[in-house]
Every structure is written in structure tokens, then in C-alpha cells.
Nanobody, 127 residues
Framework: VQLVESGGGLVQAGESLRLSCAVS????????VGWFRQAPGKEREGVAC????????YYATSVKGRFTISSGNGLKTVYLQMNELKPEDTAVYYC?????????????????????WGQGTQVSVSS
């Protein structure tokens, strides 16, 4: 199983970035892909996810209306379009692939040990 993120960088507040996650080797046919982030000194939080059928999406309240998750070629590539970026969006962003067994209370609240993770990509937003 391999997930590879790309597209992070340094931008100014109000600008946009698009992250990509290439997913390969996942054994389950029915899995979701989500974007999570972790800022220094904070716990990892779910940002957005897309269902296995790519028909349902979920967003954290903090990013709803600004971020959009989408996919190409099934869930082989998953994108996170981030608009109107804010300094508080600064974090390492990870993509994860997981089945329903990993879900705790919502698709953005998962057991990390039951998901496959990428290496992360840094997003920094200056004010």
C-alpha cells in the first residue's frame, strides 16, 4: 500500500493550493480516502474525505466552503483544493486510505492504526 502526497508549499493568506494524493496497492475494494492535518503542538484532525464511490464527501467545519475534495480514476488520485487559505491552515497534511472498520464517530474521526498513510506534505500560510 502506498500513498504519496504532493502539492504543498508556502503561500500568503487568501491564496490557493491544490494537494494531490496518489493511492496504489490498496487491497480493499471499498475504502475511503481522507485528508488529515497536524499543526505543531496540536493533535491530528480530519479535514475532508471522500467515499469509496466518490459520491459522498465530508468536511471539517473549519474548512467547509473553502476546501474541496475530489478524485480521479476512481480513488487512485485524490485532490484537495484549498482556497482562501488562512494562517491557521498551516500544518502537515496527510492523506489516508481506510475502510469502514477504521471509522470511530465520523468518517473524519478514524483509528490511525487501521489506515494507510502517506508521508505528508507541508502547507504553510503566511499572514
Amino acid at each position: 500500500v502506498q500513498l504519496v502526497e504532493s502539492g504543498g508549499g508556502l503561500v500568503q493568506a487568501g491564496e490557493s493550493l491544490r494537494l494531490s494524493c496518489a493511492v496504489s496497492g490498496f487491497a480493499f475494494e471499498d475504502y475511503a480516502v481522507g485528508w488529515f492535518r497536524q499543526a505543531p503542538g496540536k493533535e491530528r484532525e480530519g479535514v475532508a474525505c471522500i467515499s469509496a464511490s466518490a459520491t459522498t464527501t465530508y468536511y471539517a467545519t473549519s474548512v467547509k466552503g473553502r476546501f474541496t475534495i475530489s478524485s480521479g480514476n476512481g480513488l487512485k488520485t485524490v485532490y484537495l483544493q484549498m482556497n482562501e487559505l488562512k494562517p491557521e491552515d498551516t500544518a502537515v497534511y496527510y492523506c489516508a486510505a481506510y475502510s469502514g472498520d477504521a471509522v470511530i464517530s465520523s468518517p473524519l474521526d478514524i483509528r490511525p492504526d487501521l489506515a494507510a498513510w502517506g508521508q505528508g506534505t507541508q502547507v504553510s500560510v503566511s499572514s
